[in-house]
Structure formats: structure tokens, C-alpha cells
């Protein structure tokens, strides 16, 4: 018999079955229409699975093994740093004194989360260069928010309109997003013919109707921006901030600091450079650095230390407000924390050290095999494109799923925007030479089954449990949830 | 001595000279003088230095050990972080590296578990709240809120909205946080200080020019808010109605606000799964009606088929959100929060049909006794008179945060006093009580507080 | 490729064929083909009125969003309901069911304006 999908869990419901059994009530029950307002009380929750216990962990057992994950094989998803995760760092994040705390115990009872938040700031601080730093933020994308609204309330403060950001081309979406959530209006800045951003071009377009110019360093393209300085100190001296997409800081760790290029404000992602797991797509966690003329814009509550003794400081009057409810995601931060004492100053400077070399050997290593647009070195990933394939009809679309019948996970596809049929590779740090060598090798026979059989490319993947997935079906008629009717069995699959 | 390894980077000196010949270096520090030579580094970090994984270990045990675990200590707080019970079969499951060591599910093919739980936790969601459609999840309830907001501005095409002033004071503050950027402005609305729930007359009285009314329910008081009546006044003025679900295990027993004439839903789903953790991750969730789909922030799941016409589920609708439609998305939300979205769900299927009803009679039933025997104390009195699922608002004879602390001394964290949110309620203090509570513990709480007035009278007599 | 003879382009890819005193608009068989797919769209209500180089609507595909520029400015008299509800039509018959919306000119010298086909297929291969 072939192996089946594996069925939605409403539809292996039983009633009767239950998965957990509440504790019995040691305290009178409740008649609830006494206890609640007439019509208040719902009727039955219709569609709600009963299962047993086995039947629950089975379901996800077997779910999961049609997931991949870091764990499973080669990751190397540009621009997301899908670097290995140390399992002490989930240990340490699963201690009961963390785990089991809550926001609201009075402040002398969480101590030592107050102490964990307040070092982790300070090391976020001196590895980025900048003077202070929340952990609020949930994710990049909501750092890049509270970055933009502390701008926004500087220039409020000083009296000064300033109503646009400068974002470059090659710009993670999230930028532009994040800007405009913020109020402001987004002009774009083309990168020269090298990838990168020139002073002439910043120069041209920055006046004092800018607040900032937001850019990536390194940048998408996987380029160090060379000019850095120079930029930075024409932004200045039109009076505004230079914010630093910290989404590729894995780079540079103990290699340079962004608050010594004239950033001024950064996000690190703990899910990418600190290692925290990525969760299938989150939990994240965003922290926001900045300068010290933005300080008091940070969001509230900030940590405060006296003495021996942590505590939360609540009021302060020019303080962008809060960026969600309670202090960040505090698990994340443990994690992040634990990550970093494990490498120490020595370990994280080899991480960008290491994380540059096996971008640039990946890169030698298959230039001439694919079309390398930006031949220069680079930094934490390398971008590539399917020109030389595209002749014989194979797109990157392609080349992404037949790298799945390889046991590898496909590189980001179609990004950057500014390259045509973008393959973004970033193998991280983690990756042995082997795994890289036999990523390359698996890379050239694509190349040469693109030639050879392109039809073997078109209709890959071919090993995993899901062919490929009719996307457009998706967005046509959208199915957003069971409704109890049986699967159909379309007759239009190719 | 032999220079000592990194454990996660895994290049011995033989294999990074290599790799060096490849690319065509003598060191990797050359590699790095891509650089301008100014802006490198040129002294280490001043971090500690690396530790092993043992001493890592008995570091953060050591910090760890410097809080008061709700293990270790009689907890009665609640608001908007709720001490529930998590079924061994959560952690097992979003413990497998499977789930937790992959990313936003990006290819399909590979990726189906993830995308198959999330679609099962969208349908959860529209079970629970009553409602048409729902996200793949955001970051919190206090995020979701702003987010909701924003929508219904979209929708509506207007840029004022009502926040009740019982939704919870770190949701509000965070929706004014977002809203500072669109030019959109706010009031917030007074409560009923006998009910403890939203003036309706308040909605009633406003101008025609708003975007929604959020609402939490039940509220930040515990109490439960007359969502039908809040709904009519709402419409009436062409605005939507948000609801916020703070607590989402009362959706076990109460009308989902989908049947209740909610425009949008949203909440936070820590209740289900997620463990306190001092505040985060927690997850956000938002669902609506069908009508308002493409104005939804956040990822979509969405049902097909492969090559074979074998089910299969994929992102979906992604022409909403930033990476496609950059500055004009309906929101910068990139990531949703994947795994603590599966603990919801797996904590949902544990627990299903008449688990859950059954765990939301009990919170209903300990935050009644626990109410019963606080109210049986002289100097303790109910702040308001409407209706609550597991939690109520206290009024105290004398300092609030006095009494906190005299219970603290015998291990009982006793609730969140007011004060600080709302300086009218100086003498009020938020109380909740949910399954993990027992009767011991609720006696003992009224036992110490009737000692603690006692002694208090005493005192002052001397 | 095609592109019909009887039709007049911009630059943004729209095609318009005079009927009398309305004009019909759709999006030509470049667009569709670099679109991919289509999935949605969207259209003003009948009634509405569009104006020259706006925006009246969007497509879109499952991973790209593109705005409709109007040619013309006029009412809007017909709108094509039908490719609302079955997109994939633009991608089968961009120059016949696939039309999208009929306008009313208000100033028929703006058709002066729009490319023949001849001139658009040349704009195409340049852009390329």
C-alpha cells in the first residue's frame, strides 16, 4: 500500500476520546446559568477533534517527518542564517525559574531574568557598537518599526518635517513595510553596477526632508557595503539617522562594528546570529540598538541597575510607547544569551570569520557552473542566477526543487529583486566542508541534468512525500480552514 | 597546548588552509580586507569568554534560580499571561527538531508539516471565535490588537477609532504606539464604575467617523462586556467591532464573538500552551470574516494539491504582505510565531471537545470559590458587580501594594494591583484564579489575608 | 507573442480597441505571460469614473502584484465581472474575454497618445 497523506486531525476524531484529562474539581462546581448572563453560554464547538493521546502525537510525529528542518540536512536559505541550534541554549530556555515566571511577579522575584535581559543588552551593545539597547522588539521586521517611530518622534521633537527614508534597491521588504507603517514615504536608491550603494547616488537624494537612509550591511547581494562611512557622513550631514538592517550582522561579528561605520541605529534577529531556532517561522526576537541621541525614545519599560539589584523603569516621558505587551520574548533572549556565552568574544568572531569563508568557497566553487552576477568577494552569502540554465527551459524555480531530491534545503529564490532568477545562498558557519562539497557537487548535476534531461528538473521534486505543490490552485479558490467536506480529488493536476 | 574547538563551527586548521587555496587567500584574514581596513576591529570583544556547554549550563540554572517560579510561590496573577497547566505531549512535540529547526515553510514540498498543523490552528481559531478566516498568527495579543486596528482602518476608509478603557493597558499602549505613524486618531472610552464593563452611551455618543471599536472580553477586570449591545452602537456609527480574547480558554464556555456580531477577532493565545516565560513568546491570533480577507495582515495557509491531485497546503495570498508588496502591504509582519502556533494546536487536540469545556467550567468554578472566599473577608469587597470567567477585580481596605507584599511573605503572589494602570482604582487589585490553583492554596489566601487585617487592627490599636 | 494590430498600447501594458465613443480595456499577452499565472483582480464599480496613467485596478499573480493604469480618462460603463470570478481568463484570452472594464472618453485625443502595435512590440524588445 502507498504511504498516505497523512489525514487533518478532525478528520481521525472520535467522539468520546480525549487527549488530557483535567484535574477533578476540588471546589464546588458551578451552575453557569446562575454564574453567567442568559444567552452568554456557547453551545457545542462543532468540528472540535476528540483524539487520544497517541493519536495526537502520532499525527504530529508523522507530520513532522514531512518537514525539514536544520536539524534534518543543509539549510542554506540566503538572508535567514539558518545556522545549527546548540541544544543547551533550548535546555537553559526551559528551566522552570524562566519558564514558569511571570511578567507581573513583583520585581524582586525575577532578579535573575532582569539580570540575563540586562548583560544581554550590554553584549548586544558592544558586538554592534552602539550605546544602548531594548529587547522588546518580538521580530526584525517590529525593530525596524521601533526604530522608525524614534526617529519619526526625534524630529517631532525638534520641530523638523521630515517626511521620507532613502531604502536601497536590494532592501528585504520588510524596509520599506516597516517605513511606511511608520508614516514615512519611501524613495528608492539603485545600486550601482556593482551591487552596492555609491555616495554620488545618496548624495543626490538625501536632503533635509530625509529622516534616514535604511540599508542592509551586508547587503542582500551578500556585498559589503564599501562606501559605508562616506554615506554615512553625507546622511549626517543632512541631519539624518543611518539605520542598519541588522538581518545580516552574522557577518561581521568581531569582525566590525556597525556604530563605528556612522549606524545609528541597528535590529539584531536572534533567530538568525544568535542562533535561537527559528520555529517553523518564528518565535523571533527583534532587539533594537541605537545611539545615544535616540535613547530616550527607547521603548518603555527599560532595565535598570542599582547596585545589585535589577528593576524596571516605567516612566519616561519621551519614550515611543511600548512595541507589544510585557518585555520581548524573553525565552528567545535566554537562548540568545546562553549562545553567547558559549562562544565567548573568540567564538564569535570566528563565527563571522568562518560564516564568510564558506559563502566564498561555495562561491568559487560554483562560479561557471551558474551565472554570478557580482564576481567580488563576499561576505556571508552569495547570490547566483539560472541565466546559463534558462536556455533549456530550467528556471531557478526548478533547480529549487530538484536540490529537495538531493536531501538539501533550496537556497532563497527570486531575492533580491534587482538580480533576474535570484538563487541566494548563505551556508553559515556551521557547515562542514564536506556537507558544502557535497552541496556543490549536487549543484554541478543539476547543472548538467538542466542540459541533459530538463524535463527531470521541470517535474522534481521527485523523492519527497508532496510532488509539487499546484500554488496558484491555492490563491484561486482559497481553502483557509477544515469545513468538515471531504478533500477533493482535482482533475486538473498536471 | 592544542588551541580548544568550537563545538559549532566545525573547521579544523587543515580544512580552512583548504579552503583558502580554493578562494584563492593565503588566510582568512585576508578574505576580510574586503573591508576598508579602518573599520575592521582591531581589539577582541570585550565579552566573557566562551564557556563549555557544562558550565553554561549551571550558569543560567544559577540565574534561573535567583526568580520565584510560579512552582514555587501560590500565583494568582493573571492578566493577559494566564499560569495554565501544559500537557507533556506539547513540549515533546514542538521539541522535535523537525518543527523547531526550520523556517517560515518557503517550499512546500518539504515543509508540509508545518504547513499542515498551521492550517489545523487557522481552523482551531475560526472554531473558537466563530469566524470565517484566520492567519497563520502574529506576535501578540497587544500586537494583534494594533494590527486590527490598522485593518479596520483600511476597510473602513476612516482614521479614528474607540479603545474601551478596560482592554488591557499594555494592549492600548501598544495599538497608540502603532497607530502614531498613520495619522490615526483615538479616544479611549470610560468604563461603568458599578459593572466594571464599557459605557455604551460612550459609543453612542461619538461622531460618525469611526473605524472600530475594540473591546476586550472578557475584559481586563475579568468582567464580561455586553458585546452584542457594543455591536449594535458600533454598526450604527459605520464602524467595525474588534475583539479582543485576552484569555481564549473562555471560549471554551462563552459565545464566540463571531455569533455576536464581531467584525474582527483577535487575542492572545499564551493560554493555550505556551508557558509564561516572564512575558513572551506568547501568540497573537487574528481571525474575520470572509469579506475582509485580503485586508488581513500576516501569513495565510491555504489548502491544494501537488502534481499527483494528493492534498497538500501552502503559504498563500502572499500578494498581501511586505516581501511582494513592499511599502504597500498590508503590514510589515514578515515571520508569524510558527511553533509556539503549534503548541497551541497541539494543546487543542489533547485537550479537544470536552477537555476544553471541561477545563473552562473549572477556571470558572476556582475564580468563584476563590471570589467566595475572598469576599468573605471583612476588609475585602468586589470592585464590580458584572459577571467573570477566571478573574475579578478586589477592593481592599488599606495600601494594595502593602497587602501584596505582607503575602508575599507567605509565598503568595496575590494578584495585580491597579494603581499603576488606572490611579482611580488605588485600591483594587486583579485576582485570578485558574486550574493550577487548588482549594488549599485559595483557603490559605483567605486565611492569610484575614490574619494580615487582624493584625493590621491590632497594630493601629496599639 | 501577439499583438493584434487593431489595438492601441502603453507603455504599461494595457491594450484599448474603440468602439465608437467607449473604449475597451485589458492587459496585453506580455503582461500576462511575465505575470505568470494570475490569481486576482481587481476593478473599479461600474459607474466609477478612471483617469489617464492612474491606477483603476490590480492583478495579480501568486507571487507579484501589478497596478492597472488607466489609458484614457472616462466612466467607467461595463466592467467584466466575469474574470473576477475566473482570473485565469487573462492568461488564456488577454485580447478577448479577458477584457477588463469599457470607458466612456472624456477626451478622445488622449488615444493620440498610446503606442500602435508596431511601436509596442519595439518598446518590449528594448526593455528586454
Given at each position: 500500500m502507498e504511504k498516505g497523506r497523512e489525514l487533518l486531525i478532525f478528520e481521525r476524531s472520535s467522539p468520546g476520546r480525549t487527549g488530557v484529562r483535567p484535574p477533578t474539581a476540588d471546589v464546588p462546581e458551578v451552575d453557569l446559568d446562575k454564574v453567567l448572563p442568559k444567552g452568554a453560554v456557547r453551545g457545542d464547538i462543532e468540528g472540535f477533534p476528540e483524539v487520544s493521546e497517541l493519536d495526537c502525537v502520532r499525527h504530529f510525529t508523522r507530520l513532522s517527518n514531512e518537514n525539514f528542518g536544520v536539524d534534518t540536512g543543509f539549510y542554506p536559505l540566503g538572508s535567514c542564517t539558518m545556522k545549527y541550534n546548540p541544544k543547551v541554549c533550548e535546555d537553559a530556555s526551559r528551566l522552570s525559574g524562566f519558564s514558569r515566571l511571570?511578567?507581573?511577579?513583583?520585581e524582586g522575584l525575577c532578579q535573575g531574568a532582569l539580570e540575563l535581559m540586562h548583560e544581554l543588552e550590554g553584549y548586544l551593545a558592544e558586538i554592534s557598537g552602539m550605546d544602548a539597547v531594548t529587547?522588546?522588539?518580538?521580530?526584525g521586521a517590529q525593530g525596524e518599526l521601533g526604530g522608525m517611530l524614534m526617529i519619526a518622534a526625534y524630529f517631532r521633537d525638534k520641530g523638523e518635517a521630515r517626511r521620507k527614508v532613502l531604502i536601497p534597491d536590494?532592501?528585504?521588504?520588510t524596509n520599506p513595510a516597516s517605513c511606511r507603517l511608520a508614516g514615512f514615504d519611501v524613495v528608492e536608491v539603485r545600486s550601482s553596477r556593482d551591487g552596492i550603494l555609491t555616495p554620488e547616488a545618496i548624495e543626490r537624494l538625501?536632503?533635509?526632508?530625509?529622516?534616514a537612509l535604511m540599508l542592509t550591511n551586508p547587503n542582500t547581494l551578500g556585498l559589503?557595503?564599501?562606501?559605508i562611512e562616506k554615506i554615512a557622513s553625507i546622511v549626517h550631514s543632512k541631519g539624518g539617522f543611518v539605520y542598519c538592517?541588522?538581518?545580516?550582522?552574522n557577518a561581521l561579528m568581531g569582525v566590525a562594528r556597525l556604530g563605528d561605520m556612522g549606524v545609528d541605529l541597528v535590529q539584531f534577529n536572534l533567530h538568525k546570529t544568535f542562533s535561537t531556532p527559528h520555529g517553523g517561522g518564528g518565535p523571533g526576537s527583534g532587539p533594537l540598538g541605537v545611539k545615544?541621541?535616540?535613547?530616550?525614545?527607547?521603548?518603555?519599560?527599560r532595565i535598570r541597575k542599582n547596585g545589585d539589584e535589577y528593576s524596571l523603569e516605567f516612566?519616561?516621558?519621551r519614550s515611543i510607547g511600548r512595541?507589544?505587551?510585557?518585555?520581548?520574548?524573553f525565552s528567545v533572549m535566554v537562548r540568545a544569551y546562553a549562545y553567547i556565552r558559549l562562544m565567548g568574544a573568540e567564538g564569535l568572531k570566528r563565527v563571522g570569520e568562518m560564516a564568510v569563508l564558506n559563502a566564498n568557497y561555495l562561491k568559487e566553487r560554483l562560479k561557471g557552473h551558474f551565472h554570478l552576477p557580482h564576481d567580488r568577494t563576499c561576505m556571508h552569502e552569495c547570490v547566483f542566477t539560472d541565466r546559463l540554465q534558462r536556455r533549456y527551459g530550467v528556471t531557478t524555480l526548478d533547480i529549487a526543487k530538484r536540490l529537495m531530491d538531493y536531501g538539501f534545503h533550496p537556497p532563497?529564490?527570486?531575492?533580491?529583486?534587482?538580480?533576474?532568477?535570484a538563487l541566494m545562498i548563505e551556508p553559515t558557519e556551521t557547515e562542514s566542508l564536506q556537507t558544502l562539497d557535497e552541496f556543490i557537487e549536487a549543484m554541478k548535476r543539476i547543472a548538467k541534468e538542466a542540459e541533459e534531461d530538463p524535463h527531470l528538473l521541470k517535474n522534481?521534486?521527485?523523492?519527497?512525500?508532496?510532488?509539487?505543490?499546484d500554488e496558484t490552485r491555492a490563491a484561486r479558490?482559497?481553502?483557509?480552514?477544515?469545513?468538515?467536506?471531504p478533500p477533493t480529488n482535482p482533475d486538473h493536476c498536471t | 597546548m592544542e588551541k580548544r574547538g568550537f563545538t559549532c563551527i566545525p573547521h579544523t586548521d587543515e580544512e580552512i588552509a583548504r579552503m583558502c587555496g580554493v578562494v584563492g587567500i593565503a588566510s582568512v584574514d585576508e578574505l576580510l580586507?574586503?573591508?576598508?581596513?579602518?573599520?575592521?576591529?582591531?581589539r577582541p570583544l570585550r565579552l566573557p569568554e566562551a564557556l563549555s556547554e557544562q558550565e553554561v549550563g549551571s550558569l543560567l540554572r544559577d540565574m534561573s534560580r535567583r526568580n520565584t517560579s510560579t512552582d514555587d510561590c501560590s500565583c494568582f496573577l493573571g492578566a493577559g499571561a494566564y499560569n495554565h497547566y501544559i500537557p507533556s505531549a506539547v513540549d515533546h512535540i514542538i521539541s522535535r527538531s523537525e518543527f523547531?529547526?526550520?523556517?517560515?515553510?518557503?517550499?512546500?514540498e518539504i515543509s508540509q508539516g508545518t504547513l499542515q498543523s498551521i492550517f489545523e490552528y487557522q481552523t482551531f481559531i475560526c472554531q473558537l471565535t466563530g469566524m470565517e478566516v484566520s492567519n497563520a498568527?502574529?506576535?501578540?495579543g497587544a500586537s494583534a490588537v494594533a494590527e486590527a486596528v490598522l485593518m479596520a482602518g483600511r476597510i473602513t476608509g476612516k482614521n479614528h477609532v474607540l479603545l474601551s478603557s478596560t482592554l488591557h493597558p499594555e494592549y492600548r499602549e501598544t495599538a497608540l504606539t502603532y497607530l502614531e505613524g498613520g495619522g490615526v486618531s483615538s479616544r479611549v472610552l470610560p468604563y461603568?464604575?458599578?459593572?466594571?464593563?464599557?459605557?455604551i452611551q460612550a459609543v453612542e455618543e461619538?461622531?460618525?467617523?469611526?473605524a472600530c471599536l475594540v473591546v476586550q472580553h472578557?475584559?481586563?477586570?475579568g468582567s464580561l462586556e455586553e458585546i452584542e449591545a457594543l455591536s449594535r452602537a458600533v454598526h450604527d456609527k459605520g464602524g467595525l467591532l474588534v475583539v479582543a480574547v485576552?484569555?481564549?480558554?473562555?471560549l471554551g464556555i462563552l459565545k464566540p464573538p463571531g455569533e455576536l456580531g464581531c467584525d474582527i477577532v483577535v487575542g492572545e493565545?499564551?493560554?493555550?500552551?505556551?508557558?509564561?516565560?516572564?512575558?513572551?513568546p506568547y501568540l497573537g491570533f487574528m481571525a474575520t470574516r470572509e469579506r475582509y480577507l485580503r485586508q488581513m495582515p500576516g501569513r495565510i495557509v491555504g489548502q491544494t494539491v501537488d502534481r499527483n491531485g494528493k492534498r497538500a497546503f501552502c503559504l498563500t495570498?502572499?500578494?498581501?504582505e511586505q516581501h511582494i508588496r513592499?511599502?504597500?502591504?498590508?503590514?510589515?509582519?514578515?515571520?508569524?510565531?510558527g511553533l509556539s502556533a503549534l503548541a497551541c494546536t497541539v494543546y487543542l487536540v489533547l485537550l479537544g471537545r470536552k477537555g476544553l469545556m471541561e477545563l473552562s467550567r473549572l477556571n470558572i468554578a476556582k475564580a468563584a470559590y476563590l471570589r467566595k472566599r475572598l469576599l468573605d473577608v471583612k476588609e475585602i469587597s468586589a470592585a464590580f458587580t458584572s459577571p467573570c470567567f477566571n478573574e475579578f477585580v478586589i477592593e481592599v481596605d488599606g495600601d494594595p501594594e502593602g497587602f501584596l507584599e505582607e503575602l508575599l511573605e507567605h509565598g503568595?503572589?496575590?494578584?495585580?494591583?491597579l494603581g499603576r494602570f488606572y490611579?482611580?482604582?488605588?485600591?483594587h487589585i486583579l485576582v485570578t484564579a485558574t486550574e493550577m490553583n487548588t482549594k488549599e492554596e485559595i483557603d490559605r489566601y483567605g486565611e492569610v489575608a484575614e490574619g494580615l487585617f487582624a493584625r493590621s487592627i491590632e497594630e493601629t490599636r496599639r | 507573442m501577439e499583438f493584434p494590430k487593431d489595438l492601441k498600447y502603453t507603455k504599461e501594458h494595457e491594450w484599448v480597441r474603440e468602439e465608437g465613443s467607449v473604449v475597451v480595456v485589458g492587459i496585453t499577452d506580455y503582461a500576462q505571460d511575465s505575470l505568470g499565472d494570475v490569481v486576482y483582480v481587481e476593478l473599479p464599480q461600474e459607474g466609477g469614473s478612471v483617469t489617464k496613467d492612474e491606477p483603476f485596478g490590480v492583478v495579480e499573480s501568486v507571487k507579484a502584484v501589478s497596478d492597472l493604469y488607466s489609458p484614457v480618462t472616462g466612466n467607467?460603463?461595463?466592467?467584466?465581472?466575469a474574470i473576477i470570478d475566473s482570473p485565469e481568463v487573462i492568461n488564456d484570452d488577454p485580447y478577448g474575454d479577458a477584457w477588463m472594464i469599457k470607458v466612456e472618453l472624456s477626451?478622445?485625443?488622449?488615444?493620440?497618445d498610446l503606442l500602435s502595435a508596431e511601436e509596442y512590440q519595439k518598446y518590449i524588445e528594448e526593455e528586454k
Open positions: 511571570h511578567p507581573y511577579e513583583p529587547l522588546q522588539p518580538a521580530a536590494t532592501a528585504h521588504g538625501m536632503d533635509d526632508g530625509c529622516a559589503f557595503e564599501d562606501n538592517d541588522g538581518a545580516n550582522l545615544k541621541a535616540l535613547e530616550p525614545y527607547l521603548p518603555v519599560p516612566d519616561r516621558e512595541l507589544k505587551a510585557f518585555y520581548g520574548n532563497t529564490i527570486y531575492f533580491p529583486l534587482v538580480v533576474d532568477g522534481a521534486p521527485h523523492t519527497t512525500g508532496t510532488a509539487r505543490v479558490e482559497p481553502v483557509l480552514r477544515w469545513t468538515g467536506s | 580586507n574586503v573591508l576598508p581596513g579602518e573599520l575592521r576591529l582591531t523547531y529547526t526550520a523556517y517560515t515553510p518557503y517550499q512546500p498568527s502574529l506576535y501578540d461603568c464604575p458599578e459593572k466594571g464593563t464599557t459605557m461619538c461622531k460618525d467617523d469611526i472578557p475584559n481586563f477586570f485576552a484569555e481564549p480558554l473562555s493565545g499564551q493560554s493555550f500552551g505556551s508557558p509564561l516565560s516572564f512575558g513572551g495570498l502572499a500578494t498581501r513592499r511599502a504597500r502591504a498590508t503590514s510589515n509582519i514578515c515571520t508569524n510565531q503568595i503572589v496575590g494578584g495585580l494591583s490611579p482611580e482604582l488605588d485600591r | 467607467v460603463v461595463e466592467v467584466n465581472d477626451n478622445a485625443e488622449e488615444l493620440n
